[in-house]
């Protein structure tokens, strides 16, 4: 994995003979042997060069300076071979003649704007190469690719040797992602260096930046002899500076899907495995498929390792090709997949970590990874604890989200690890807290008054996060879910009890004008804590954020308010059934955005309500048969933006939407019938799309007859018994995910009708948004309202 010191050894000691003679002293050498730059290596010098001997009328400048017809220029950016022969001029130059020679010759500067994280340059960042035959990458082309280097000091003299380590990759100006078996002395000094391409040279046209690192973090399963999750961290003691050849990578979800990707991995490492291998000078490039798990594990147990041998959950795989595999010295290298859509064109995700391998490309003998995804919530929690913010090397959704919305709430991070009085063992019951002999000990708090180290109650202007919870499942040692068993601080003070996390205050949020806008951002984890025990169905806070709730002002003796589901597609642009507003005055029902418990009001964020404007009901829609069951509408007001309220997107006209892995959400009733319950918490049921053949068939075995006809308006989803959208559920959003984009979601169905709930081979019915598209549109227009919060 490093290059071996003797090497180095014998190469100082025949230089050191050599040079001795010429007069320099050891520095020199040093410098010489191992290219030591300066912290910041200085780009090329584009001073006009004196003429070279035999060379005729030209001089040497940088290869973007001279035209392909041999004179000189000045806005220039160019292609050059690789070394395909030995010039006068340093391999980023051209012998070029000179036309009118500027006075002062000008860099080109990096380009700085901010472009988000995992942005590839296929063609270079400033030039491309050409002549690469041995994988080359191009120069920038991969801008969070880090070298890892290690300090060993020289006897005698006060300089340090550097030497190559490993890879490793940005995600963050100041934290770097690698191998833990990278870090085998955590006592050693190490650097980075960052922007590095050709190691033998400091000519390149973006310098490369070194940085010390400052901190060491080791995953805590790591096992050295196995490497099992084999991830580190390396917290700089200063930040980099972004630039083209410098950037952050995307890191990927904790439920990412990797199937059938085509990956990069990128490296310095041994061309071959073994003694004759040799280390690369040029940056170079691999691709490679992934190799699912099972596919992975059976080629291993044939090697080596055996027919018995298990591949670790903390791994991922990768090639299997022969003559295309990661090698020695790679170790702790990305391997980084292309996130999927058009609008993420050249955009990567690390995937993994390069870990380990049975030789190096041998034929269907696949390489072994880290699985970043497999580590996130824990490289997620560390930069927390570090105090940076871990959302850099996340896609830049919510940015791009502030673009829809106008004011933010403001983001928090979590960390809280519920604490519980113990159990009364000799009665076989559980204690409450505060009770018994708990009593003058702990106390039920809301979570965000109960730190999460020192695990004792805190007033709300110390508030430092959150954590997970359990939903009523008795084992709560409070009353309500929301409270948290806290201990009472030592001095028994106990500050006055709130009963909503602090405020934020609201800010207007600065977006380059082109910057995309993003829709349909599920939040599979909850946003600011996550829930356990929910064992029925029940959806994360937040995690369908355009989720709405049709509200009558005046609700009936029973109680009940609601009347519909529906869904966000802008601001103030409601997406719902047309039986859920027909017949209906605006004045008398108004819509809530942001709802999660419907019995409390002590949720992380505040639900928002807006009053009706217009209601908008499709011309074509039967009240008998529900053909062409949507309605459209418009806000007095816009919703304020915030982290559990966003924008669903809609699929394309005519587009059929196909998924294994839609969701239906609601508080519509558990069953069928009066025996059914609406529900307190929203909840969420996974389910197919079934297609429309099929549907017409299964739905012709019920009471509908033989002769039934499903109308070109509907779609189906469902179909497994228990697993079904029923009464109350009527308006609300089926999504699915984006074929091209599986992190995002389109709303494939509204809520319309069914032969009860939960049938076995009875699917649901739902209107089919593809065919509505074109009806939305031309009202959106037509009503001067932009349609960009939806759009794919």
């Given amino acids: 994995m490093i290059l071996v010191i003797p090497i180095f050894a014998c190469c100082l000691l025949n230089v050191v003979v050599g040079q001795t003679a010429g007069g320099k002293d050891l520095d020199d050498i040093i410098d010489t042997v191992f290219k030591k730059p300066p912290t910041e290596s200085r780009g090329p010098d584009l001073t006009p060069k004196d003429k070279v001997p035999g060379t005729g009328n030209c001089d040497c400048v940088p290869y973007y300076l001279c035209t392909p017809n041999g004179t000189i220029i000045d806005d220039g950016f160019g292609v050059i071979d690789i070394r395909i022969d030995d010039g006068p001029c340093d391999y980023l130059s051209h012998c070029c003649e000179p036309k009118d020679r500027s006075p002062v010759p000008i860099t080109p500067k990096p380009d700085l704007e901010a472009k988000g994280c995992g942005r590839r340059h296929p063609k270079g960042a400033g030039f491309r ?7 080359e990458a191009q120069f920038g082309e991969f801008p969070w690719m880090v070298a890892l280097l290690r300090e060993e000091s020289i006897e005698g003299n006060p300089k340090k040797l550097l030497i190559y380590q490993c890879g490793a990759s940005l995600i963050h100006p100041q934290v770097v992602l690698t191998a833990a078996h990278c870090i085998p002395d955590k006592n050693k000094m190490y650097k980075i260096r960052a922007g590095e391409w050709d190691t033998q040279t400091k000519n390149e046209l973006h310098p490369h930046q070194d940085r010390d690192v400052k901190n060491i973090l080791i995953h805590p399963h790591y096992k050295p002899g196995s490497l099992f999750y084999d991830f580190a961290l390396l917290i700089l003691d200063s ?10 990578v995307c890191l990927p979800d904790k439920h990412e899907i990797l199937d059938n990707l085509m990956c990069y991995a990128t490296g310095w490492g041994k061309d071959v495995f073994g003694k004759e291998g040799k280390y690369q000078v040029i940056l170079k490039k691999i691709d490679l498929p992934i190799v699912q798990r099972e596919t992975c594990q059976a080629k291993l147990r044939k090697t080596r390792l055996g027919v018995h041998f298990k591949l670790n959950e903390s791994f991922i795989c990768a090639g299997g090709q022969p003559g295309k595999d990661t090698c020695k010295g790679d170790g702790g290298s990305p391997l980084v997949c292309p996130i999927l859509g058009k609008e993420n064109e050249n955009k990567y995700f690390q995937a993994g970590i390069v870990a380990w391998g049975i030789g190096c490309g041998e034929d269907l003998v696949p390489g072994v990874y880290a699985n970043v995804a497999k580590s996130i919530e824990w490289i997620d929690n560390m930069m ?24 933010s709430t403001g983001n928090y991070f979590d960390q809280y690890e519920e604490v519980t009085s113990p159990r009364n063992d ?25 730190d999460g180290e020192t695990r004792t109650i805190i007033p709300s202007e110390e508030y430092d996060g959150t954590g997970l919870i359990d939903i009523r499942f008795g084992n709560n040692n409070c009353d ?34 082109d910057q995309p806008s993003f829709c349909g951002i599920r939040n599979p984890n909850g946003v600011g804590f996550k829930i356990t025990g929910n064992s029925n169905n029940e959806a994360e806070y937040g995690e369908f954020p355009w989720m709405l709730a049709i509200l009558n002002k005046n609700p009936g003796p029973d109680g009940l308010s609601s009347i519909c589901g529906a869904s966000l597609i802008a601001p103030n642009v409601v997406l719902t059934g047309a039986h859920c507003v027909q017949n209906v005055r605006s004045s008398d029902i108004k819509v809530r955005a942001g709802e999660w418990d419907t019995q409390t009001e002590s949720e992380r964020y505040a639900y928002q309500e807006r009053e009706i404007q217009q209601i908008v009901i499709h011309e074509g829609y039967k009240s008998n048969n529900l053909f062409n069951d949507v309605a459209l509408i418009v806000l007095n007001r816009p919703f304020d933006k915030a982290a559990h309220i966003g924008t669903i997107c809609l699929p394309h006209q005519g587009v059929v939407v196909n998924s294994r892995n839609c969701f239906v959400s609601g508080w519509g009733k558990d069953v069928f019938g009066k025996k059914g319950r609406f529900q307190v918490i929203l909840k969420k049921i996974e389910l197919p799309t079934v297609s429309k053949g099929k549907c017409e068939e299964n739905l012709r075995k019920t009471r509908l007859g033989a002769k039934f006809v499903l109308h070109q308006s509907f779609m189906c989803a469902g179909g497994e018994s228990g697993v079904d959208a029923c009464t109350g559920d009527g308006g609300g959003p089926l999504v699915c995910p984006d074929p091209s984009n599986p992190k995002r979601y389109v709303q494939a169905g509204i809520v319309a009708w069914g032969i009860g709930c939960g049938q076995r081979d009875v699917p649901g019915v739902y209107v089919d948004v593809s065919r509505f598209r074109g009806w939305i549109d031309g009202h959106m227009t037509r009503l001067n309202l932009d349609t960009a919060p939806y759009n794919l």
Wanted: aromatic share 4%.
């Fill in 426 to 450: 000799g009665f076989g019951a559980e204690q409450k807290c505060g009770q018994g002999s708990d009593e003058g000990v702990h106390r039920c708090v809301r979570y965000f008054n109960c």
């Fill in 239 to 248: 930040p980099v500076d972004l630039a083209e050849n410098v950037d952050v």
């Fill in 384 to 407: 927390i604890d570090q105090g940076c913010d871990n959302d850099v090397a996340k896609d830049k959704v919510q940015v791009a989200i502030d673009k829809i919305f106008t004011t």
């Fill in 480 to 513: 309500d879910y929301l409270d948290v068993c806290c201990q009472i601080p030592a001095d028994g003070k106990i500050p006055p009890e709130v009963t909503s996390p602090p405020d934020v205050t609201p800010m207007t949020p600065t977006l380059p004008p």
């Fill in 129 to 135: 190469i050409t002549g690469a035959k041995d994988h």
